[in-house]
């Protein structure tokens, strides 16, 4: 029987027909059971398992390493504006790093050699270098604009790289494109030709008002006055509602004690407190999230545009993070 199963024996002995007579004994049904012969089929099943499983690894592994290649032979290098490579790929950031790190080693070395051979020379530079990088230098010169840098709280003694290049260009009245990492003082690159700009432009008008007056034209000085101060002189424009609250708090700052104010005007708060403030402050500045400023300069969608922000006196405008508006 083969479904009989009998570990314990290692054969099974022939059944005896009981219709046969005479005591001959029937071979039918006779069989033996090996269990060696079970257990290397088994082995063999294993193994041949195994080595199926092997292959289809390697195929894996062979279509990882095709794909690999195929992508490394469809990489190209990516050029900047002037034709130069930029690095990409490990072996051309790990060239680069070796040739950069080569340079400024080199550098270093013929710094130290230069300092120590003319120490005094090397600090009549390092003066001359110091004085270019006063604000003076770069046309400010309202005084408490200068003392408010340099205070404590601002902690600005000096401008910075992005400042030293973009301020000059920004009092000229020139169109300013600054890109620089955050943290780089670029809220100041254009923050304080606004404030002088507007300063000087306050300044200016008190002396045309009080000579119209000493004219004898104080009707006229009076409707310079209302249309002066009604007007904004410069809009910044940020991405979120976050960096306008900063961009104001370093606008506040910068304006203590110069008569200037900054207004916030964000989504999330009600449109009429934002309108009612510039009514009353009549700010100079109004910082904002592009929503919020588009409904103060163009009206809000079916109500009275009559309300909107006069844009008569504005100076800057300035799109901060630009590429997140």
């Not at 300069?297 to 630009?322: A, I, Y």
Request: with cysteine; aromatic share 4%; net charge neutral.
């Amino acid at each position: 029987d083969d479904d009989d199963d009998n570990e314990d024996d290692d054969y099974r002995a022939p059944r005896s027909s009981s219709s046969s007579g005479g005591g001959a004994s029937a071979m039918t049904g006779n069989f033996f059971f090996r269990p060696e012969a079970a257990a290397a089929s088994e082995e063999a099943i294993r193994v041949k398992a195994e080595e199926e499983e092997t292959k289809r690894e390697a195929k894996r592994e062979e279509r990882k390493r095709k794909r690999k290649e195929k992508a490394s032979a469809n990489l190209k290098p990516m050029l900047d504006d002037r034709g130069k490579e930029i690095y990409l790929t490990l072996d051309q950031a790990r060239k680069n790093v070796e040739e950069h790190v080569a340079s400024v080693s080199s550098s270093s070395a013929a710094a130290s050699s230069s300092s120590s051979s003319s120490s005094s020379s090397s600090s009549s530079s390092q003066r001359r270098k110091k004085s270019v990088s006063d604000w003076e230098d770069l046309g400010i010169s309202h005084p408490t604009l200068l003392s408010n840098l340099r205070s404590k709280s601002m902690g600005c003694p000096a401008p910075l790289s992005v400042q030293d290049r973009a301020v000059p260009a920004a009092l000229g009245g020139n169109d300013v494109l600054i890109s620089a990492h955050t943290g780089s003082g670029k809220t100041l690159a254009f923050l304080i030709p606004a404030a002088q700009r507007a300063l000087f432009d306050a300044e200016a008008e008190v002396e045309r008002r009080e000579g119209a007056e000493g004219g004898g034209g104080n009707g006229g000085g009076g409707g310079g006055k209302k249309k002066k101060d009604d007007g904004v002189k410069a809009i910044v424009v940020a991405p979120g509602r976050e960096l306008a609250s900063q961009i104001v708090s370093v606008a506040r700052d910068l304006f203590q004690g110069t008569g200037l104010t900054a207004q916030l005007a964000i989504g999330g708060t009600p449109f009429k407190r934002t309108w009612d403030a510039i009514r009353k402050k009549k700010p100079e500045l109004v910082v904002g999230t592009p929503g919020r400023i588009a409904e103060l300069v163009v009206g809000r969608s079916g109500e009275d545009k009559s309300g909107k922000m006069k844009l008569s006196s504005l100076q800057t405008l300035v799109l901060d993070e630009f590429d997140a508006l």
